[in-house]
């Protein structure tokens, strides 16, 4: 019989009876001689799985009048139940393994449903019994466990852990049931030790820690904002470096642990964020995950200055609006949309005022510019042009530098774009900030008011429903416009190929009820697009003159027959007949034998174009190259790339970011490299939380420092270092403002500096950072490197002096790796040259002559020299492949080991090369 049934027997005024109640289910609990059968476990496990069915029964009962004299049921079970059910907690050295596990799991069962039911347990009991109980099991568990590997893999375990662990994170979230002085001397400290300790459990287990990682925030609740930035903000760290699924589970919680961080330590963690979290738009595993991280830190902006927003959110709002997965998109624009109105609010007021910002506004879309979108009234309306008074306007307009900078990658990235789905989420940005009333009317009118008329000439209906939406929830007037948005609405209503876009142009005219009955816009739009389309082709064969008239004629009458119901067929065969559409049959299949006949020149001719482009195609494959395909992925890595706004530098942080590296893209023109990643954003996906353009000028030396400065103040170590920038076939001798020759500096002197500065962040480098000097075959041809040779304008020369510093490169490689190994034998620092190519890029822009040159024959050039990405390929194998680890002073091409000039085999030579260097740079002897 059912426990609970045995208690509505009970008489509580019988003391004996209660007590030989309680003592029957003690007897069942303990150990007896049925121990050693196997039904004892199930029937231990049909106990534990009805006592709480008896707490609640008991509790309900808890209210009858009894003799002080007996103590209540409730009371009774609550003393002398739990005690039993937390025993197996300890494992039983009696019981095999199975029966361990059965009765432990029922217990962790019961214990959960006991905690979780509403004052089912009395404090004192959770307080000094279950929870010692708990933190004794994960104490013994590694000797209580049996030692198998079988049962340690074994995943049921591993889940009754899981459960276990469960049961304390789930007294944090009723913490206040507990005192303070209860949970602060003794449930926090004891659960601390599970994310400081050395447990072999929790770290061999990722989900435990993923449990843990969850509780994080209910003990930042209850400790407060000092403990949580002195104990908890160390382990935020730790678990922001621990697997990506433990990184979503604290993630999940992010917005309330900053709230309770102190406006330090939140600094801190956005900073941690930016370099420790990656995103990958194109993994569908994970968006259930990016959804909730974009959802945490659009919560986040309010708790930053702008600056910070700047640098730090902005970039995960543009990755999560540019994601693949329509979820994640929709998060990441109303993200985005709250960054974007925090810039807008910061920057306005200091500025200008919205009666200001209304009146240039209004000069801007002068007349002129209102009667241009007029005369598009019955076509395709022209897109808005600069006028007079618009350039007149602009000198006027308010300076809003990094709302204007981010509208331009907004702009770039979501509008001008191919992808209709980016442009989707452009006016999903609009259609956001209008809505939520993030930012004001005059304020969405200066900034959006020409992006919003373009939204409605856009090819795709699911862009220009947007217009239509925005326009319902708006109401301009006509200080707005409104009298041009009108016409627009009601060009869209009769005109438009999308029913449901015209039926939204009605309903934001006032003409339909949108809560109309009988309109199913979902399900018509397909067929009355097809069938809009259809006769727009028949109109316009109608009034084609050149289309004979008795053609003209025939189409008209089918089209009569024509309608939702019959289709092209059927009015075919009443306009002619059966018969007839069958002679025409027959005729057209005649004229389509006739016209696949054999033609043996055309046959010939194609054989011949056909082994042409084989012997072409099978040349160009061969000026290309060996390809990287190596599958490796660098993530958590940090690189940095010199001359990366265009060429190889370019395809380099393509590559290298598309592997989870962090690229620093160390650029002379921060703006080129700004609009390079912002290129590699649109056009390929690139993540721009993990692009970063840095100023550094390499014929400056002190550009070379302050980059390097900035970097050390940001990052704790670098991977890979690709001296990748320079100079090619200089015109004329020039000096550099530290008084060396530019090509030497620019190619040589500049890197060498860099890579002498940033040793000692490539030795912090786990794996052994790899530095990768992007040299030339032309080094072969190099007469020396003698530096009064060099700095000489007598003995300069155009190819000669390129060749001199691509020799330097190499050599430079070969005395460093040198250098390392002397000084420290252990080090994985490793350095190695290659040439890329002949690759076609931008090296020769100096040169007015060969830059035309290269113009007139470009499809001969793009031929016979390797591509950008071509060139890429032998570099980022020297960055990122595990053929060459430790390998170091080479020189390769096409990815394999190449000649070098005989001074690079020269030792000697190296050594004065590196010390005469050190000298032209500035640097000290000793302290390299």
């Known amino acids: 019989m059912r426990i609970v049934d ?24 303990v150990d007896d001689p049925c121990t050693e059968t196997e039904q004892c476990p199930t029937v231990k496990q049909t106990i534990l799985s009805h006592l709480p069915d008896l707490f609640r029964f008991l509790r309900l009962q808890r209210e009858i009048p009894i003799r002080t004299a007996c103590p209540s049921l409730f009371e009774q079970a609550n003393l002398r139940l739990p005690v039993h059910v937390t025993r197996y907690l300890s494992c039983p050295p009696s019981l095999s393994s199975d029966s361990l596990f059965t009765l432990q799991q029922s217990s962790v069962q019961t214990l959960w449903e006991l905690i979780d039911g509403p004052d089912l347990l009395s404090h004192e009991v959770i307080q000094f019994l279950i929870v010692p109980a708990i933190f004794g099991f994960f104490r013994r568990s590694d000797e209580s466990i049996p030692q198998s590997n079988d049962n340690l893999e074994s995943e049921r375990w591993f889940r009754l852990r899981v459960q276990v662990l469960s049961i304390i994170t789930n007294l944090f979230c009723r913490s206040q049931r ?8 003794y449930l926090i400290p004891q659960y601390m030790e599970f994310h400081t300790g050395n447990s072999q459990i929790f770290l061999k287990y990722r989900e435990l820690r993923e449990v843990l990682a969850h509780s994080l925030v209910n003990i930042a609740e209850i400790a407060g904002t000092e403990f949580t930035d002195r104990e908890l903000f160390p382990i935020f760290q730790r678990y922001m470096r621990d697997t990506q699924e433990v990184q979503f589970a604290l993630l999940q919680h992010l917005s309330a642990f900053c709230k309770i961080l102190s406006a330090e330590y939140r600094e801190n963690m956005i900073r941690e964020l930016s370099h420790q979290v990656t995103i990958d738009p194109g993994d569908s595993r994970t968006w259930r995950q990016r959804v909730q991280f974009a959802g945490q830190l659009t919560r986040l902006v309010q708790f930053f200055p702008i600056t910070h927003i700047n640098r730090h959110l902005s970039g995960f709002a543009l990755a999560f609006s540019a994601d693949r997965i329509s979820e994640v998109r929709i998060c990441g624009v109303e993200m985005l949309a709250v960054v974007l109105a925090a810039f807008v609010h910061h920057e306005w007021n200091k500025t200008m005022t919205n009666n200001d910002c209304l009146d240039i506004t209004l000069k801007i879309n002068s007349t002129a510019n209102m009667e241009s979108w007029q005369n598009g009234e019955n076509g395709k309306s022209t897109p808005l042009e600069t006028t007079e008074d618009e350039s007149a306007g602009a000198d006027d307009s308010p300076q809003l530098p990094l709302t204007d900078r981010l509208l331009a990658d907004i702009r770039f990235g979501f509008w001008q774009t191919r992808h209709w789905r980016r442009r989707q989420s452009f006016g999903r940005l609009l259609f956001s900030l209008s809505q939520n009333k993030l930012i004001g009317e005059e304020q969405f009118y200066y900034l959006f008011h020409n992006d ?30 409104g009298q041009n948005i009108r016409k627009r609405l009601e060009r869209m209503a009769n005109d438009d190929a999308d029913l449901e876009n015209r039926n939204l142009a009605k309903i934001a005219l006032g003409k339909l009820n949108p809560d109309e009955e009988g309109i199913d816009l979902k399900d018509r739009s397909l067929e009355e697009t097809e069938h809009h389309q259809q006769q727009k082709q028949i109109r316009q064969a109608l009034q084609d003159e050149t289309i004979p008239a008795h053609i003209r004629a025939l189409i008209r009458a089918i089209s009569d027959q024509l309608s939702d119901k019959v289709t092209e067929i059927q009015a075919l065969r009443r306009v002619f007949g059966d018969k007839k559409y069958a002679l025409l049959l027959s005729r057209g299949a005649a004229l389509m034998e006739e016209e696949a006949g054999w033609h043996p020149d055309i046959l010939y001719l194609t054989c011949i174009g056909l082994i042409v482009f084989i012997i072409l195609f099978a040349i160009r494959q061969w000026i290309k190259g060996a390809q990287f395909r190596e599958k490796v992925s660098a993530r958590g890595a940090v690189a940095i790339v010199t001359g990366a706004n265009s060429g190889i530098g370019k395809q380099l942080v393509r590559e290298l970011n598309l592997r989870y590296v962090k690229v620093y893209m160390a650029c002379r023109s921060v703006s080129q490299g700004q609009a390079t990643a912002r290129e590699l954003f649109s056009r390929y996906g690139c993540d721009m939380t993990r692009m970063i353009v ?63 500065l940033l040793l000692p962040k490539l030795e912090r480098s786990e794996e052994g950072g790899r530095i990768v000097n992007v040299s030339s075959s032309v080094h072969l041809h190099a007469d020396s490197v003698d530096p009064e040779l060099v700095e000489s304008p007598r003995r300069f020369g155009i190819i000669a002096t390129y060749a001199r510093s691509k020799l330097a490169n190499v050599m430079h490689v070969v005395a460093l790796t040198k250098r390392i190994r002397t000084n420290d034998s252990g080090s994985k620092v490793s350095a190695n040259a290659c040439h890329p190519g002949s690759v076609n890029t931008e090296l020769i822009r100096n040169n007015f002559f060969r830059k035309y040159i290269k113009k007139a024959f470009a499809p001969i050039i793009w031929f016979v020299l390797k591509t950008d990405r071509d060139g890429a390929q032998t570099p980022l194998f020297l960055a990122l492949s595990r053929q060459i680890n430790g390998v170091s002073g080479k020189y390769y091409s096409d990815c394999k080991e190449a000649k070098v000039h005989p001074l690079a085999e020269d030792e000697i030579a190296c050594e004065i090369l590196y010390n005469n260097s050190l000298e032209q740079c500035g640097l000290d002897h000793s302290a390299i």
């Open 694 to 756: 840095r100023h550094c000028d390499l014929a400056d030396f002190s550009s070379i420092h302050q980059f390097v400065k900035e970097f050390n103040r940001d990052e704790p170590k670098l991977d890979i270092l690709i001296n990748n920038a320079g100079i090619m076939f200089y015109p004329r001798f020039t000096k550099t403002v530290d008084g060396h020759e530019l090509t030497w500096q620019s190619n040589f002197l500049g890197h060498f500096l860099l890579t002498e």
């Open 178 to 185: 507990f005192s303070r002085d209860w949970l602060d001397r």
């Open 452 to 481: 919003l008329m373009r939204i409605s000439d856009d090819a795709v209906a699911n862009v220009r429903q947007y217009f239509c939406l925005l326009a319902r929830h708006n109401h301009f007037d006509d200080q707005f416009n």
């Open 6 to 29: 045995m208690a509505t027997f009970l008489n509580v005024d019988d003391e004996q009876q209660v007590d030989a109640f309680f003592a029957h289910i003690e007897h069942l609990l």
